[in-house]
């Protein structure tokens, strides 16, 4: 790989990886350790890519692996509270950061999988190649955390309408 060429898959897909790695770890720093391991193995990497699309599905592959490793880590730093994260990464749109909220609580193997067929746009088969599973284990997957997701959701909405009640007023 040409340093022309790292260059570019680095500028394409860095956001990508860091993303990923979030969502698998729920620690930009750790998500950023990854994404510039991941970005270390593309520059020292032999391999000759057929096209963008190769490249891209090796870096997730390379970044999902990288993620697990970080899990599995005796070093492995706790996370952000929720509350800190909040705050530096909530969208504009409060409908969109409620979603974001919830998909960050789930599980790791149910947020990750909902990271890249959401948010990063793989397909089902693509999402089973990056994280090395079953196309049949990552629809379950999806399944539960849509259910798990349409749960949470309707919870907080009956909280917030529970908040929003006005006591009626006894003479």
Same mark, same amino acid.
């Given at each position: 790989?040409t340093?022309?060429?790292?260059?570019?898959?680095?500028?394409?897909?860095?956001?990508?990886v860091y993303?990923?790695?979030y969502?698998?770890?729920n620690?930009?720093?750790d998500?950023e350790?990854?994404?510039?391991?991941?970005?270390l193995?593309?520059?020292?990497?032999k391999?000759e890519?057929e096209?963008?699309?190769?490249?891209?599905?090796?870096?997730?592959r390379?970044?999902?692996?990288e993620?697990?490793?970080?899990l599995?880590?005796?070093?492995? /730093?706790?996370?952000?509270?929720? +509350? *800190?994260? $909040? &705050?530096t990464a909530?969208?504009?749109? =409060?409908?969109k950061?409620?979603?974001?909220?919830?998909?960050?609580?789930?599980?790791?193997?149910?947020?990750l999988?909902?990271?890249?067929?959401y948010?990063?746009?793989?397909?089902?088969?693509?999402?089973?190649?990056?994280?090395?599973?079953n196309?049949?284990?990552?629809?379950?997957?999806?399944?539960?955390?849509r259910?798990?997701l /349409?749960?949470?959701?309707?919870? +907080? *909405?009956? $909280? &917030?309408?529970?908040?929003?009640v006005? =006591?009626?007023i006894?003479?």
């Amino acid at each position: 790989m040409t340093d022309e060429s790292f260059a570019q898959a680095a500028r394409t897909y860095g956001d990508t990886v860091y993303r990923v790695a979030y969502h698998a770890l729920n620690n930009p720093q750790d998500a950023e350790d990854v994404m510039q391991t991941v970005l270390l193995k593309l520059y020292e990497c032999k391999k000759e890519f057929e096209s963008d699309e190769h490249i891209k599905h090796w870096i997730l592959r390379v970044a999902v692996n990288e993620s697990r490793r970080a899990l599995r880590s005796f070093w492995r /730093r706790t996370s952000v509270p929720l +509350e *800190e994260w $909040r &705050e530096t990464a909530a969208p504009e749109d =409060p409908a969109k950061a409620e979603v974001l909220e919830a998909v960050m609580a789930l599980e790791p193997k149910y947020r990750l999988a909902v990271c890249l067929y959401y948010y990063e746009g793989l397909s089902v088969a693509e999402t089973a190649a990056a994280m090395r599973a079953n196309v049949s284990t990552v629809q379950t997957w999806l399944l539960r955390a849509r259910a798990r997701l /349409r749960k949470e959701l309707a919870q +907080e *909405e009956e $909280r &917030e309408e529970s908040v929003h009640v006005r =006591p009626e007023i006894v003479p």
